[in-house]
């Protein structure tokens, strides 16, 4: 445990100073405190971190070790997730256990967990966490977790991983064998000490290509909110009695929706075009990631705009779609006589384009509106693949 940080003297200061200003804080302490930068920088962490780790930051000593790992930590709404996955009594091992966040939550259901890092300063901040938390069930290891596992004469229930997906230069990494650590290549020397892996993976990553490089995923999770998705993670069974196809879930805090890749491919959408006074459904960012497009149109009873446009269309208004609901005000052409009217009667428009040859920025010029107000405008491709401008409304 780090002197610096395990003392009164420091958290005293940290949260005496915790609504002042970092950039003052340095000027005015810098050398005369031998731990100044390093309380400076949990003032910074938790302000970012306020929402991102609620939870965590209840605890007055929760240790930021670097700025890194406040920004690339997980959230405590996806650790109770990930930590939802698993079964109560069991035994984990985190191999890139990075700020913890992970291992905390899992914490308070499996009887132990071990947390790897390759950084002693991490390692040294998750055990102070721990301590700081209640958990007494928390290892922490520096180590190289591919020395690690292939050392290690513990079998374990599960193994938890999130490889990093950056590169050296900041690049984003977008398949699994281009991440830190390359985890098809530790399969064999994981299933050698646990039954389950738990990987968490760039919401960029190809899920087909996820499949085919993790061959024994039994689920997969595309977890976000309705604008944004988060993560994938891949749940993989090594016991080689799981022949089942993998289920694919869409999971967000408005809606779940489940499929596999064979009902999609044997889904049959309807087709038709829009008219003014129906309503038009768009899906949020998880479920485009998990593309069930066809499967959305027979599932729901929905009218699909054409092949390539992922929106839909219906006379009724559907309840528990998964993505956000817009009233149809108008269906107008894309000529140049309709956008002379929108021009006339819009000054602003939250201006979108779905499958068409114009990007929203170029449109909203030649409309000459504003963006914002409370209408939007979507262009897209219809079935006939004529174009079309939709003015739609909150239902």
């Given at each position: 445990?780090?002197?610096?940080?395990?003392?009164?003297?420091?958290?005293?200061?940290?949260?005496?100073?915790?609504?002042n200003d970092?950039?003052?804080?340095?000027?005015?302490?810098?050398?005369?405190?031998?731990?100044?930068n390093?309380?400076?920088?949990q003032?910074?962490?938790?302000?970012?971190?306020r929402?991102?780790?609620?939870e965590?930051?209840?605890?007055?000593?929760?240790?930021?070790?670097?700025?890194?790992?406040?920004e690339?930590?997980?959230s405590?709404?996806l650790?109770?997730?990930?930590?939802s996955?698993?079964?109560?009594?069991?035994?984990?091992?985190?191999?890139?256990?990075?700020?913890?966040i992970?291992?905390?939550?899992?914490?308070?259901?499996?009887?132990?967990?071990?947390a790897v890092?390759?950084n002693?300063?991490?390692?040294?901040?998750v055990?102070?966490?721990?301590a700081?938390?209640?958990?007494d069930?928390?290892?922490a290891?520096?180590a190289?977790?591919r020395?690690?596992?292939?050392?290690?004469?513990k079998h374990?229930?599960?193994?938890?991983i999130?490889?990093?997906?950056r590169?050296?230069?900041?690049?984003?990494r977008?398949?699994?064998?281009?991440?830190?650590?390359?985890?098809?290549?530790m399969?064999?020397?994981?299933?050698?000490v646990?039954?389950?892996l738990?990987?968490?993976?760039?919401?960029?990553?190809d899920?087909?290509q996820?499949?085919?490089e993790?061959p024994?995923?039994?689920?997969i999770?595309?977890?976000?909110?309705?604008?944004?998705?988060?993560?994938?993670?891949?749940?993989?069974?090594?016991?080689?009695?799981?022949?089942?196809?993998?289920?694919?879930?869409?999971?967000?805090?408005?809606?779940?929706?489940?499929?596999?890749?064979?009902?999609e491919?044997?889904?049959?959408?309807?087709?038709?075009?829009?008219?003014?006074?129906?309503y038009?459904?768009?899906?949020?960012?998880?479920?485009?990631?998990?593309?069930?497009?066809?499967?959305?149109?027979?599932?729901?009873?929905?009218?699909?705009?054409h092949?390539?446009?992922?929106?839909?269309?219906?006379?009724?208004?559907?309840?528990?779609?998964?993505?956000?609901?817009?009233r149809?005000?108008?269906?107008?052409?894309?000529s140049s006589?309709?956008?002379?009217?929108?021009?006339?009667?819009?000054?602003?428009?939250?201006?979108?384009t779905?499958n068409?040859?114009?990007p929203?920025?170029?449109?909203?010029?030649?409309?000459?509106v504003?963006?914002?107000?409370?209408q939007?405008l979507?262009?897209?491709?219809?079935?006939?693949?004529?174009?079309?401008?939709?003015?739609?409304?909150?239902?």
């Amino acid at each position: 445990m780090c002197s610096e940080y395990d003392n009164d003297e420091f958290w005293e200061w940290v949260h005496a100073n915790s609504d002042n200003d970092p950039v003052k804080l340095r000027l005015k302490w810098q050398g005369k405190l031998p731990w100044a930068n390093l309380a400076i920088l949990q003032i910074e962490c938790r302000r970012k971190s306020r929402k991102k780790l609620a939870e965590e930051l209840t605890c007055p000593t929760f240790f930021f070790p670097t700025a890194l790992s406040a920004e690339q930590c997980t959230s405590d709404i996806l650790a109770d997730f990930h930590a939802s996955l698993i079964a109560p009594g069991c035994t984990m091992l985190d191999l890139t256990c990075g700020l913890g966040i992970d291992v905390y939550h899992a914490a308070r259901r499996a009887s132990e967990v071990t947390a790897v890092d390759m950084n002693p300063e991490i390692t040294g901040a998750v055990r102070h966490n721990a301590a700081a938390l209640g958990h007494d069930n928390i290892t922490a290891v520096t180590a190289d977790c591919r020395e690690f596992i292939k050392s290690t004469d513990k079998h374990y229930d599960i193994v938890f991983i999130d490889p990093a997906r950056r590169g050296t230069n900041g690049e984003r990494r977008y398949r699994l064998t281009d991440c830190s650590p390359d985890v098809t290549s530790m399969l064999d020397d994981i299933a050698a000490v646990a039954d389950r892996l738990i990987l968490k993976a760039s919401p960029m990553l190809d899920i087909t290509q996820v499949l085919r490089e993790l061959p024994h995923t039994t689920d997969i999770y595309v977890t976000g909110t309705s604008t944004e998705c988060k993560e994938i993670v891949a749940d993989v069974i090594f016991d080689n009695k799981h022949t089942s196809e993998p289920v694919i879930h869409v999971m967000t805090p408005l809606y779940d929706f489940s499929f596999t890749q064979s009902e999609e491919a044997s889904a049959t959408p309807d087709y038709d075009l829009p008219v003014a006074g129906e309503y038009l459904y768009e899906p949020g960012a998880a479920v485009m990631k998990a593309a069930p497009f066809k499967l959305l149109s027979q599932r729901y009873g929905l009218k699909k705009l054409h092949p390539n446009t992922h929106l839909y269309h219906s006379a009724a208004r559907i309840a528990d779609f998964p993505g956000e609901t817009w009233r149809i005000d108008r269906v107008a052409d894309f000529s140049s006589h309709e956008i002379k009217a929108i021009s006339r009667q819009y000054d602003r428009l939250n201006i979108a384009t779905r499958n068409f040859d114009m990007p929203a920025d170029t449109l909203r010029k030649k409309l000459k509106v504003k963006d914002g107000g409370t209408q939007r405008l979507i262009a897209a491709t219809l079935a006939d693949n004529s174009k079309a401008m939709l003015l739609l409304s909150t239902p």
